[in-house]
């Protein structure tokens, strides 16, 4: 099973800064399966990115994915104050997996 | 509007059975995956398997595996997930998820589970 570590944990920002999320693999993660969610409290999780840098459907250009092998990044490049939210990976090949998230809150 | 519905909140005590339902509307349910995923009180997701309702082919995340199961009834485009026994561990919050148009991007709105004496 590929394990998922998310970091920071928490990521304590301004509105209108750049947020950079690391997830990291145990094992070597097929770009074509890695995504990013964004979790708000009561909500259920939203999708942003697939296929590791393939923005979702709706989803603002502020929002950029990268990386192969077993290093993946999420960049929110200006946060806006609805951004501030739980992120979580997933590589979602043939035994998906979650990372276990990081908080980005407001500074 | 392609969209998953989910049952609605369960309370239950230990040793209990439970099946919660996650029914797909808007699209042809039958061709696309449906995981579900747990969301114990304050932390964080966990993947639990996933099936293909077209065929019914399962797989069962290992932590999961033999803990619950997972089932779907195409002809009411509804799948399943269900305990034979139920235990304080197993509340949480439930969520089905779709990949429809690229990793899990459709959702349903969550089951919360409750298992007290």
């Known amino acids: 099973e590929i394990v998922l570590t998310q970091s920071p944990g928490t990521l304590s920002l301004s509105p209108g800064e750049r947020a950079t999320l690391s997830c990291r693999a145990s094992q070597s993660v097929s770009s074509s399966y890695l995504a990013w969610y964004q979790q708000k409290p009561g909500q259920a999780p939203r999708l942003l990115i697939y296929?590791?840098?393939s923005r979702a459907t709706g989803i603002p250009d502020r929002f950029s994915g990268s990386g192969s092998g077993t290093d993946f990044t999420l960049t929110i490049s200006r946060l806006e104050p609805e951004d501030f939210a739980v992120y979580y990976c997933q590589q979602y090949g043939s035994s998906p997996s979650f990372g276990g998230g990081t908080k980005v809150e407001i500074k | 509007e392609v969209q998953l519905v989910q049952s609605g909140a369960e309370v239950k005590k230990p040793g209990e059975s439970l099946k919660i339902s996650c029914k797909g509307s808007?699209?042809?349910?039958?061709?696309?995956?449906i995981g579900w995923v747990r969301q114990m009180p304050g932390k964080g997701l966990e993947w639990m398997g996933i099936?293909?309702?077209?065929?019914?082919?399962?797989r069962y995340s290992p932590s999961f595996q033999g803990q619950v199961t997972i089932s779907a009834d195409k002809s009411i485009s509804t799948a399943y997930l269900q305990w034979s026994s139920l235990k304080a561990s197993d509340t949480a919050m439930y969520y089905c998820?779709?990949?429809?148009?690229?990793?899990?991007?459709?959702w349903g709105q969550g089951t919360m589970v409750t298992v007290s004496s």
């Open positions: 296929g590791a840098s």
């Open positions: 099936i293909y309702p077209g065929d019914s082919d399962t």
């Open positions: 998820a779709a990949d429809y148009g690229g990793a899990f991007d459709i």
């Open positions: 808007g699209y042809s349910f039958t061709s696309y995956w």
